[in-house]
């Protein structure tokens, strides 16, 4: 569908519906205020154009003639956070009658400063959407028809349940989403544990798990340090796989703003992108190669003395070895050789982070996306400790994570390696949520198929896949997969679409539960190979509401959380997802296990978890990341005084809330995790981690001791002196346990219910609160101890980082010297192939049939596999094509000219028909796509395969169809950033 912009009329405003509702709302409801009390109460700004020309709010409203009035009703302002990337921003949405009739950015969020993105402007058509799914659906005879929830709950829970007898609990996968809020997310996990099963994951497995993995190893949690305020107080700088201008445009605000008070921007990347546009220095470096161009500014730094040795001294484990490598094997010619940057460039970026101090690293996808994405987070870890960065305002590593609230579920979502708050899979943490839960520790283990099934990880979701197709006598489980839900995930956000496809086709049992279709749907409706359909597969579509229908926190990139409430009732027949969680859960017989301990309310007649209790639950077992402060009556409070918070450090200068009394005097925006403790506690929140300059209930810290005390004779704790402001203990620490406490002579400072509940556990697992207490308030401690940060992580199957090539590359001299890692049995429980891949490649001469390196990216008027957002009109405007970027020069080779329709060739065998948008972002060897798109198939439109009017507006071929093979060694994370294609005139 080509869409072209209208051109209005100059009656059409003034006839508007829209106009004339919101008019007669608000002089209704608002018969006295003028402007300036209203935006003042409301919170609004007028925004669009729309007041100024059409809304009178000065005056007052006139006593109505007739008997009936128009418009008499009720108007609220309701607060949320936008659903789209992960920077956290509110917005006020006006209802009226129960319609959600206008929006505007929150002015006083220190956030988002009033500001929106394209996508953050067009949330209300997300609310009101018309091409959203329904009406439950089932697939009959390749159509979708319209079904009752009551038979498609009976039925889905049958197959279900016939699935489990037959092949056990393992055969059916759950894809959680990183849309769901914390308390869905958490729901989501406690329900697959229920089930039996490990056999769950989220969207960060596949943007942000070796970000976690690597930070988490390094220095304690797996989260961004510091925030998006606090970049204003940085001097330097550093983006590297980040395109933030696109990919979270709110957050350049901020460092727009620290550029006005000098800080440097540097930005590395294969493209120049818009966030590339704004720098002080653009770097241009082969994709993959992150880490010889790291590591040879490491090599300058250590050769010109610029690492801050005391810091390393006091607070870093195994920089010396760090040094030897990089100065022995990343030699200025070995950097140029491997990533293509000069010793001029990369030596100027070196004395450019040297001399502005404090400085700020930031990545996204560009660096995790590899199958060395773990070693890659790492490289950028060691840099900013070498620097001294870390624990530091204006410093640290800002990881910017890509859903609204990718971090929360990741945080107490559905991990296959963890339950909620990364307690592991270990019998202690199941006995520890099993008394959260009031549940039975033996009940729980009898779900499973095993006792050694409940310990192990699950599969991935960049592995279910496999987990369909591999031969089951290479599978560490007993039945292949065959359910599978897609609760709140997008297929085309995954690398190859072909297996993917042929994977669906062999289900017994497909779900998909979502407030749109997704490419789930067609993609398991149109026609696929022959023999691949299993014909006796099941197909579900369930209308999902959106989180603007329910209510519930959710985590920025920073770690603040912030609560949104409900602006309109679910439309149509759509279910909130924790809702459907528990009418499932009731199916399948676990339904009062579920939500033992949460109340109910009616939502459209029906039973409805309250979200405010799910939040308690977790606020009484997640202690190990600190998501027990935050209590759903402190959240609350924030959201509605937003104003008391600075927008640089994000701490409130004072104030008390007018309902409750609350005293907002020194806690941080949100609360950002850690929060450590019970919310009677009042712990602040950490608004930048590890930063020893701070009392740890004013936010301080320092690194966490979690890899034990000592390794190969040298101590793991941090120096003498080296410790939080004002601890009683000045010198490194373990953490924290019953047996410590008693050691200082601190344990008779527990009430007698605290000892009770204290003894014989440790920090993590003491349901009081009361050791915490007793080391943060009295002591000045931190509970996870005090540690120094590894820059050698031996646990890992690279612990100094290392270079290697991509599986797909256009480099085979490359591949000889920096190979990839051996093939692994057994990981994850699949078989994962590495040396045998990249060897055959070679052997086949596969760079020279693709001789193009394959990337993408974001766009800011899209979002994630794009599906809601290419459904929105006003988004849809903005960018109608799918497109493949190409350099003048590889164009001209092509005789292929700007906006001419081209093949892109992907190595797997797909065909993608995509425009061609000429230009030099990308250079020679380099072609860039959009993820965002799907709703064609190498070349076909895919529309007859939708439900019918759930189909997106812009419909274009999705880049993983053509991307390739190849996993994290750490995460499982897909190497979607590097791959090889070839292009040719369509």
Same mark, same amino acid.
């Given at each position: 569908?080509?869409?072209?912009?209208?051109?209005?009329?100059?009656?059409?405003?003034?006839?508007?519906?829209?106009?004339?509702?919101?008019?007669?709302?608000?002089?209704?409801?608002?018969?006295?205020?003028?402007?300036?009390?209203?935006?003042?109460?409301?919170?609004?700004?007028?925004?669009?154009?729309?007041?100024?020309?059409?809304?009178?709010?000065?005056?007052?409203?006139?006593?109505?003639?007739?008997?009936?009035?128009?418009?008499?009703?009720?108007?609220?302002?309701?607060?949320?956070?936008?659903?789209?990337?992960?920077?956290?921003?509110?917005?006020?949405?006006?209802?009226?009658?129960?319609?959600?009739?206008?929006?505007?950015?929150?002015?006083?969020?220190?956030?988002?400063?009033?500001?929106?993105?394209?996508?953050?402007?067009?949330?209300?058509?997300?609310?009101?959407?018309?091409?959203?799914?329904?009406?439950?659906?089932?697939?009959?005879?390749?159509?979708?028809?319209?079904?009752?929830?009551?038979?498609?709950?009976?039925?889905?829970?049958?197959?279900?349940?016939?699935?489990?007898?037959?092949?056990?609990?393992?055969?059916?996968?759950?894809?959680?989403?990183?849309?769901?809020?914390?308390?869905?997310?958490?729901?989501?996990?406690?329900?697959?544990?229920?089930?039996?099963?490990?056999?769950?994951?989220?969207?960060?497995?596949?943007?942000?798990?070796?970000?976690?993995?690597?930070?988490?190893?390094?220095?304690?949690?797996?989260?961004?340090?510091?925030?998006?305020?606090?970049?204003?107080?940085?001097?330097?700088?550093?983006?590297?796989?980040?395109?933030?201008?696109?990919?979270?445009?709110?957050?350049?605000?901020?460092?727009?703003?620290?550029?006005?008070?000098?800080?440097?921007?540097?930005?590395?990347?294969?493209?120049?992108?818009?966030?590339?546009?704004?720098?002080?220095?653009?770097?241009?470096?082969?994709?993959?190669?992150?880490?010889?161009?790291?590591?040879?500014?490491?090599?300058?730094?250590?050769?010109?003395?610029?690492?801050?040795?005391?810091?390393?001294?006091?607070?870093?484990?195994?920089?010396?070895?760090?040094?030897?490598?990089?100065?022995?094997?990343?030699?200025?010619?070995?950097?140029?050789?491997?990533?293509?940057?000069?010793?001029?460039?990369?030596?100027?970026?070196?004395?450019?982070?040297?001399? &502005?101090?404090? +400085?700020?690293?930031? =990545?996204?996808?560009?660096?995790?996306?590899? %199958?060395? *994405?773990?070693?890659?987070? $790492? !490289?950028?870890?060691?840099?900013?400790?070498?620097?001294?960065?870390?624990?530091?305002?204006?410093?640290?590593?800002?990881?910017?994570?890509?859903?609204?609230?990718?971090?929360?579920?990741?945080?107490?979502?559905?991990?296959?390696?963890?339950?909620?708050?990364?307690?592991?899979?270990?019998?202690?943490?199941?006995?520890?949520?099993?008394?959260?839960?009031?549940?039975?520790?033996?009940?729980?283990?009898?779900?499973?198929?095993?006792?050694?099934?409940?310990?192990?990880?699950?599969?991935?979701?960049?592995?279910?896949?496999?987990?369909?197709?591999?031969?089951?006598?290479?599978?560490?489980?007993?039945? &292949?997969?065959? +359910?599978?839900?897609? =609760?709140?995930?997008?297929?085309?956000?995954? %690398?190859? *679409?072909?297996?993917?496809? $042929? !994977?669906?086709?062999?289900?017994?049992?497909?779900?998909?539960?979502?407030?749109?279709?997704?490419?789930?749907?067609?993609?398991?409706?149109?026609?696929?190979?022959?023999?691949?359909?299993?014909?006796?597969?099941?197909?579900?579509?369930?209308?999902?509401?959106?989180?603007?229908?329910?209510?519930?926190?959710?985590?920025?990139?920073?770690?603040?959380?912030?609560?949104?409430?409900?602006?309109?009732?679910?439309?149509?027949?759509?279910?909130?997802?924790?809702?459907?969680?528990?009418?499932?859960?009731?199916?399948?017989?676990?339904?009062?296990?579920?939500?033992?301990?949460?109340?109910?309310?009616?939502?459209?007649?029906?039973?409805?978890?309250?979200?405010?209790?799910?939040?308690?639950?977790?606020?009484?077992?997640?202690?190990?990341?600190?998501?027990?402060?935050?209590?759903?009556?402190?959240?609350?409070?924030?959201?509605?005084?937003?104003?008391?918070?600075?927008?640089?450090?994000?701490?409130?200068?004072?104030?008390?809330?007018?309902?409750?009394?609350?005293?907002?005097?020194?806690?941080?925006?949100?609360?950002?995790?850690?929060?450590?403790?019970?919310?009677?506690?009042?712990?602040?929140?950490?608004?930048?981690?590890?930063?020893?300059?701070?009392?740890?209930?004013?936010?301080?810290?320092?690194?966490?001791?979690?890899?034990?005390?000592?390794?190969?004779?040298?101590?793991?704790?941090?120096?003498?002196?080296?410790?939080?402001?004002?601890?009683?203990?000045?010198?490194?620490?373990?953490?924290?346990?019953?047996?410590?406490?008693?050691?200082?002579?601190?344990?008779?400072?527990?009430?007698?219910?605290?000892?009770?509940?204290?003894?014989?556990?440790?920090?993590?697992?003491?349901?009081?609160?009361?050791?915490?207490?007793?080391?943060?308030?009295?002591?000045?401690?931190?509970?996870?101890?005090?540690?120094?940060?590894?820059?050698?992580?031996?646990?890992?199957?690279?612990?100094?980082?290392?270079?290697?090539?991509?599986?797909?590359?256009?480099?085979?001299?490359?591949?000889?010297?920096?190979?990839?890692?051996?093939?692994?049995?057994?990981?994850?429980?699949?078989?994962?192939?590495?040396?045998?891949?990249?060897?055959?490649?070679?052997?086949?001469?596969?760079?020279?049939?693709?001789?193009?390196?394959?990337?993408?990216?974001?766009?800011?008027?899209?979002?994630?596999?794009?599906?809601?957002?290419?459904?929105?009109?006003?988004?849809?405007?903005?960018?109608?094509?799918?497109?493949?970027?190409?350099?003048?020069?590889?164009?001209?080779?092509?005789?292929?000219?700007?906006?001419?329709?081209?093949?892109?060739?992907?190595?797997?065998?797909?065909?993608?028909?995509?425009?061609?948008?000429?230009?030099?972002?990308?250079?020679?060897?380099?072609?860039?796509?959009?993820?965002?798109?799907?709703?064609?198939?190498?070349?076909?439109?895919?529309?007859?395969?939708?439900?019918?009017?759930?189909?997106?507006?812009?419909?274009?071929?999705?880049?993983?169809?053509?991307?390739?093979?190849?996993?994290?060694?750490?995460?499982?994370?897909?190497?979607?950033?590097?791959?090889?294609?070839?292009?040719?005139?369509?």
């Amino acid at each position: 569908m080509l869409l072209t912009k209208k051109t209005s009329g100059t009656s059409g405003a003034i006839s508007s519906p829209f106009i004339h509702s919101l008019r007669r709302g608000l002089s209704q409801a608002l018969p006295t205020l003028d402007r300036r009390s209203f935006l003042r109460r409301s919170g609004l700004g007028v925004g669009v154009g729309l007041a100024a020309s059409q809304l009178s709010l000065v005056q007052k409203a006139q006593a109505a003639t007739g008997a009936a009035i128009l418009g008499a009703g009720k108007v609220e302002v309701k607060r949320t956070v936008c659903t789209h990337c992960s920077v956290g921003c509110a917005v006020d949405a006006v209802v009226e009658n129960g319609v959600w009739v206008r929006q505007e950015a929150v002015f006083d969020s220190p956030i988002n400063l009033g500001a929106h993105c394209a996508k953050g402007a067009a949330l209300r058509e997300h609310g009101h959407g018309e091409y959203r799914l329904r009406y439950p659906m089932k697939l009959v005879n390749g159509k979708y028809e319209r079904i009752s929830w009551d038979t498609a709950l009976t039925e889905i829970s049958a197959k279900m349940l016939e699935l489990k007898k037959a092949s056990g609990p393992d055969s059916v996968y759950f894809i959680g989403s990183s849309k769901h809020n914390n308390e869905q997310a958490y729901l989501l996990r406690k329900f697959v544990s229920f089930w039996g099963t490990n056999n769950c994951d989220h969207q960060a497995r596949i943007c942000h798990s070796t970000t976690v993995a690597g930070v988490a190893n390094t220095w304690g949690y797996g989260a961004m340090t510091n925030s998006y305020n606090d970049m204003q107080n940085s001097k330097v700088a550093l983006y590297i796989g980040s395109n933030a201008a696109e990919a979270h445009p709110v957050s350049m605000l901020h460092m727009l703003h620290a550029k006005e008070n000098g800080c440097k921007m540097i930005v590395v990347d294969p493209r120049f992108t818009r966030t590339a546009a704004k720098a002080d220095e653009f770097v241009r470096i082969r994709s993959g190669t992150d880490i010889p161009f790291l590591f040879g500014v490491l090599y300058h730094i250590f050769k010109n003395g610029w690492e801050d040795k005391k810091y390393i001294n006091d607070r870093v484990y195994g920089m010396d070895a760090i040094k030897t490598e990089v100065l022995a094997k990343w030699t200025p010619d070995k950097v140029e050789e491997a990533c293509g940057v000069k010793e001029e460039q990369v030596f100027k970026i070196a004395k450019m982070l040297h001399e &502005n101090n404090p +400085g700020t690293i930031v =990545w996204c996808m560009g660096q995790t996306q590899h %199958t060395i *994405g773990n070693a890659i987070v $790492r !490289a950028s870890c060691i840099l900013q400790l070498a620097l001294g960065n870390i624990g530091k305002t204006g410093g640290g590593t800002n990881i910017f994570r890509g859903h609204d609230n990718v971090q929360g579920a990741t945080d107490v979502g559905p991990n296959p390696d963890s339950l909620p708050g990364y307690y592991g899979l270990a019998e202690g943490s199941w006995k520890h949520f099993a008394k959260a839960w009031d549940v039975d520790f033996e009940w729980i283990k009898k779900q499973f198929a095993s006792p050694a099934m409940m310990g192990k990880n699950g599969i991935t979701v960049s592995r279910w896949i496999d987990g369909v197709l591999e031969n089951n006598e290479l599978i560490d489980q007993d039945s &292949n997969l065959r +359910g599978v839900f897609y =609760w709140g995930h997008a297929p085309n956000s995954q %690398t190859r *679409g072909l297996d993917m496809k $042929r !994977a669906m086709d062999k289900l017994d049992l497909l779900v998909v539960v979502d407030p749109y279709p997704s490419a789930t749907a067609a993609m398991a409706a149109m026609p696929g190979k022959a023999g691949d359909l299993n014909p006796n597969r099941a197909v579900y579509l369930l209308p999902a509401a959106t989180q603007f229908e329910t209510s519930g926190s959710c985590t920025a990139s920073n770690r603040s959380i912030q609560w949104r409430e409900k602006v309109i009732e679910p439309l149509w027949e759509s279910r909130s997802d924790h809702m459907i969680m528990q009418q499932f859960a009731d199916k399948l017989g676990f339904g009062k296990e579920l939500s033992k301990n949460y109340k109910m309310q009616k939502v459209g007649g029906l039973d409805e978890p309250m979200p405010e209790d799910i939040l308690r639950e977790i606020n009484k077992c997640v202690w190990t990341i600190g998501y027990t402060g935050q209590s759903p009556e402190r959240l609350k409070a924030h959201m509605k005084n937003m104003n008391v918070f600075d927008v640089k450090t994000l701490k409130a200068k004072g104030g008390k809330d007018k309902e409750t009394g609350y005293d907002f005097t020194g806690d941080y925006f949100g609360l950002p995790w850690p929060c450590y403790g019970t919310p009677e506690l009042k712990h602040p929140g950490s608004p930048n981690l590890y930063d020893t300059s701070k009392h740890v209930m004013e936010g301080g810290g320092n690194f966490r001791a979690n890899f034990g005390v000592e390794r190969e004779g040298k101590s793991l704790l941090a120096e003498d002196g080296s410790h939080s402001f004002g601890a009683d203990i000045t010198t490194g620490y373990p953490e924290l346990d019953h047996i410590l406490l008693k050691k200082l002579g601190w344990w008779n400072e527990l009430s007698e219910a605290e000892k009770t509940a204290a003894e014989g556990k440790n920090w993590k697992t003491d349901s009081s609160g009361g050791m915490i207490r007793v080391f943060m308030k009295e002591h000045g401690c931190h509970p996870f101890g005090n540690a120094k940060a590894r820059a050698v992580v031996w646990n890992f199957p690279d612990p100094i980082p290392q270079h290697r090539e991509p599986l797909y590359g256009t480099r085979p001299d490359m591949m000889a010297k920096y190979p990839t890692h051996d093939d692994r049995k057994a990981f994850w429980r699949l078989p994962t192939l590495y040396k045998t891949v990249q060897d055959k490649n070679i052997a086949d001469k596969v760079h020279e049939k693709y001789p193009l390196i394959l990337t993408s990216g974001r766009l800011v008027e899209y979002e994630g596999g794009g599906e809601e957002t290419r459904s929105n009109p006003w988004l849809a405007e903005l960018q109608q094509e799918a497109y493949v970027e190409i350099n003048p020069k590889t164009a001209a080779d092509r005789g292929i000219r700007d906006g001419d329709r081209v093949w892109l060739l992907g190595a797997t065998g797909a065909r993608l028909n995509v425009q061609a948008l000429v230009t030099e972002r990308v250079d020679t060897g380099t072609v860039w796509m959009p993820f965002h798109f799907s709703g064609r198939w190498q070349g076909a439109d895919m529309l007859a395969h939708y439900p019918k009017g759930a189909a997106p507006i812009v419909r274009g071929e999705a880049v993983n169809t053509a991307t390739t093979y190849g996993y994290d060694s750490v995460t499982m994370m897909q190497e979607s950033k590097t791959t090889v294609c070839n292009i040719e005139k369509a």
